[in-house]
């Protein structure tokens, strides 16, 4: 229960304490940072000038030069004791995610397993960066590639991430002998500051071991969207890995191509989920409710629109609602809660608009009500099932917040069309025991997004493969399988270990 007198300020502080962030960065400050779960103001973050920020990327690509040429598993090492500061600190630093963007304590604590396993798979990463040796067709030569550290990696996150996100990237950065700039969210720069406080620690028992690190390897910019333009537009920055909405992407990704800057574009997501009339319901009620109400519907990968077959749409349908009635709502931090708070006014607003649209075309909603926790300045709302006629309207653009979309669906092929006919590419699941359908689904002519899974919802993703999303989602890659190689350059390298110079095709030229 949220009373009165719950209020985080004394909390927050005592945490930042332990994590061994200095109040002096986060008391007096121009940002103003407040706890979705109550609505107070929980500090006030020294925001970065433009021109520090400037300093910490020119600092930051003077470290990438000694950096890059320590071997990549000594890099290892500091990914691997950062990854113990993380698992010794995992309480406070989950209770501060909860706080500070009111994820439920499980998922507060579980975006803090997430840092803590990329950093493993970092470290096994980093005697792992090889290339290929390729057949060459002169003889006395052999061709092969060699991947090599690539510059400076700016980090921008989004708020509902807070910290995993940053991590996924500041991990494959370091062992690929890249030094790192982040901007976290304007909503979430506390665990930011956390987050940079533990790794500082790594950084001094790394240095106190006997290892070098360079001064500046890696720094946090705290601020808005504009201290975010000053990392993008910077020449030493060679690769963005940006984290938000579309519109984010769409503002910063042509900037870096006309640099010809690299970028991870991590963008927003519409996602749908297909029910076959083979599905297992109990099973597919439990993977619906989770990744559409989960983080109250403000993942990437949150459920948006589900299609159900006619056959079995009168049996979930009604389960669904029922469920939706029951979960619990309410602060975060409390045992049973599923569904915490929205992160502030304007999503709460944009559900709403979303709401009245969807009803304008024909949609019939249940929940959508404002719920009462702690006063006027917190947003909860009862997630929403909204059924749709016709897919358009509302359905096909992403509000942040928890609404499902449900439509009727006979033919498989009509479903994956719908499912596919959105800007959005990243998360998408078909729930069926019927291998052709799934099959089709993940096939060429199935699901056009970075994710296509069966059985399981669109949310939740494990660090071990590539994550990410096509079309408006922006086309990064980032986290496991070969995403590394985003952040290193390819050299191709043919070397001539005989005493003729034969040339490539055969060509003649004679001196
Ligand atoms: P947002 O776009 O408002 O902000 C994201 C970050 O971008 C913030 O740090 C912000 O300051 C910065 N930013 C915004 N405009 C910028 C600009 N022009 N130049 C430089 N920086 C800029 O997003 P949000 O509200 O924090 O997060 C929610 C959105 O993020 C949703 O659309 C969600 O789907 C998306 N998201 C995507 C993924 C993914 O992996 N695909 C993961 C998490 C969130």
């Not at 601020?223 to 910063?252: C, F, N, Y």
């Not at 024909?362 to 099932?385: F, K």
């Not at 993703?461 to 980032?478: S, V």
């Amino acid at each position: 229960m949220i009373t009165e007198t719950t209020r985080f300020a004394e909390d927050v502080s005592a945490l930042l304490k332990t994590l061994g962030v200095a109040a002096k960065t986060y008391t007096g400050g121009t940002l103003a940072v407040t706890s979705p779960v109550t609505g107070e103001v929980i500090a006030n973050v020294v925001e970065t000038s433009a021109a520090d920020a400037k300093k910490a990327i020119d600092a930051a690509h003077k470290a990438f030069l000694d950096w890059r040429v320590i071997p990549a598993p000594k890099r290892g090492e500091l990914v691997r004791i950062f990854g113990e500061e993380l698992r010794a600190h995992k309480a406070e630093l989950g209770k501060l995610v909860s706080i500070e963007v009111g994820k439920v304590t499980s998922e507060g604590l579980g975006e803090v397993q997430e840092m803590i396993d990329i950093c493993d798979f970092a470290v096994g990463l980093s005697r792992q960066l090889y290339g290929l040796t390729i057949a060459t067709e002169r003889s006395s030569h052999r061709m092969m590639e060699t991947w090599q550290p690539l510059g400076v990696v700016g980090i921008i996150s989004a708020f509902n991430f807070p910290v995993a996100v940053w991590a996924w990237n500041a991990a494959l950065a370091l062992v690929c002998g890249d030094s790192i700039v982040w901007k976290p969210s304007e909503k979430s720069p506390l665990t930011g500051l956390a987050t940079h406080a533990l790794f500082e620690r790594a950084l001094k028992r790394y240095v106190d071991e006997g290892y070098d690190a360079p001064a500046g390897l890696s720094a946090l910019i705290i601020g808005a969207r504009e201290i975010g333009e000053v990392l993008v537009d910077h020449e030493k920055v060679a690769l963005i890995s940006a984290t938000g909405s579309t519109a984010m992407g769409r503002a910063v990704g042509p900037k870096l191509a006309a640099r010809f800057a690299r970028s991870i574009l991590e963008l927003g997501g519409n996602n749908a989920a297909i029910v076959a009339p083979t599905a297992d319901l109990d099973l597919t009620l439990r993977g619906v409710a989770f990744a559409a109400m989960g983080t109250a519907g403000q993942r990437c990968t949150t459920l948006r629109r589900l299609f159900v077959h006619d056959s079995v749409y009168d049996t979930l349908v009604p389960r669904l609602k029922k469920a939706y009635a029951s979960v619990k709502i309410g602060n975060p931090m409390e045992d049973g809660t599923l569904v915490g708070p929205l992160i502030d006014k304007l999503a709460f607003d944009g559900f709403e608009k979303a709401l009245s649209e969807a009803k304008a075309a024909g949609g019939v909603v249940t929940g959508g009500e404002r719920v009462t926790v702690s006063g006027d300045n917190s947003y909860y709302v009862r997630p929403a099932i909204v059924e749709m006629a016709k897919h358009e309207g509302p359905v096909l653009r992403e509000t942040f917040a928890p609404i499902l979309y449900v439509l009727r669906y006979s033919d498989v092929k009509d479903a994956i069309a719908m499912q596919n006919d959105v800007g959005a590419g990243l998360s998408s699941s078909i729930f069926t025991n019927d291998i052709r359908e799934a099959e089709l689904f993940m096939s060429a002519a199935g699901s056009d997004c970075g994710i296509a899974n069966v059985n399981i919802g669109t949310s939740g993703a494990e660090i071990g493969g590539a994550f990410g999303g096509e079309k408006e989602t922006g086309g990064g890659r980032e986290s496991g399988s070969d995403a590394w190689r985003a952040y290193m350059r390819r050299t191709t390298n043919t070397i001539n270990f005989g005493s003729t110079l034969p040339l490539a095709q055969g060509v003649v030229f004679d001196v």
